[in-house]
T-cell receptor
Framework: GDSVTQMEGPVTLSEEAFLTINCTYTATGYPSLFWYVQYPGEGLQLLLKATKADDKGSNKGFEATYRKETTSFHLEKGSVQVSDSAVYFCALSFMRFGAGTRLTVKP | DGGITQSPKYLFRKEGQNVTLSCEQNLNHDAMYWYRQDPGQGLRLIYYSQIVNDFQKGDIAEGYSVSREKKESFPLTVTSAQKNPTAFYLC??????????FGQGTRLTVV
């Protein structure tokens, strides 16, 4: 069945460091892919999305490219800030979510 | 303001009791979803509904029940048959596969 495998955390970075969180998927057809962010005690917020192969989603300096050949949707940011500290989830449509990666950014 | 509202934010239940979590949306979305989140784990789909008066089981439906009598509302009942109900519950709604909007969640604790 469909599934999402996400890089395990936690991830701790210094401010202005480069971030990569890996996400790979298994699916039939061509699902939409999403990255969501969750701040403590809250629900999830959409960070970015891609609906077809080679699409690049971007928002707030974060980017991810839908790679059909490698079945991946890795999240990247060139320079993280303390305010980026949160849990990040990769999702396949709205049915399958990764386990989440906790990111802590230290000043 | 349009949005999705879950209530209450915190809920305590005695063992053996049923409890109902509320989820209301005024976004005019057709689809609604319930997820369970446990510490260190991702979201697992409990039930979803793509249209009024219809719903489907997700991956972990055992011990839960839902209804969808109105487009705006999708309540989740955690029954006494759910062996480990303590968790964070999230509700979401969507139009197609464009985006899902999430509520703030309900934290259920069995005491």
């Amino acid at each position: 069945g469909d599934s999402v495998t996400q890089m395990e955390g936690p991830v701790t970075l210094s401010e202005e460091a480069f971030l990569t969180i890996n996400c790979t998927y298994t699916a039939t057809g061509y699902p939409s892919l999403f990255w969501y962010v969750q701040y403590p005690g809250e629900g999830l917020q959409l960070l970015l999305k891609a609906t077809k192969a080679d699409d690049k989603g971007s928002n707030k300096g974060f980017e991810a490219t839908y790679r059909k050949e490698t079945t991946s949707f890795h999240l990247e940011k060139g320079s993280v800030q303390v305010s980026d500290s949160a849990v990040y989830f990769c999702a396949l449509s709205f049915m399958r979510f990764g386990a989440g990666t906790r990111l802590t950014v230290k000043p | 303001d349009g949005g999705i509202t879950q209530s209450p934010k915190y809920l305590f239940r005695k063992e053996g009791q049923n409890v109902t979590l509320s989820c209301e949306q005024n976004l005019n979305h057709d689809a609604m979803y319930w997820y369970r989140q446990d510490p260190g784990q991702g979201l697992r789909l409990i039930y979803y509904s793509q249209i009024v008066n219809d719903f489907q089981k997700g991956d972990i439906a055992e011990g839960y029940s839902v209804s969808r009598e109105k487009k705006e509302s999708f309540p989740l009942t955690v029954t006494s048959a759910q062996k480990n109900p303590t968790a964070f519950y999230l509700c979401a709604s969507s139009i197609g596969t464009v985006d899902a909007f999430f509520g703030q969640g309900t934290r259920l604790t069995v005491v």
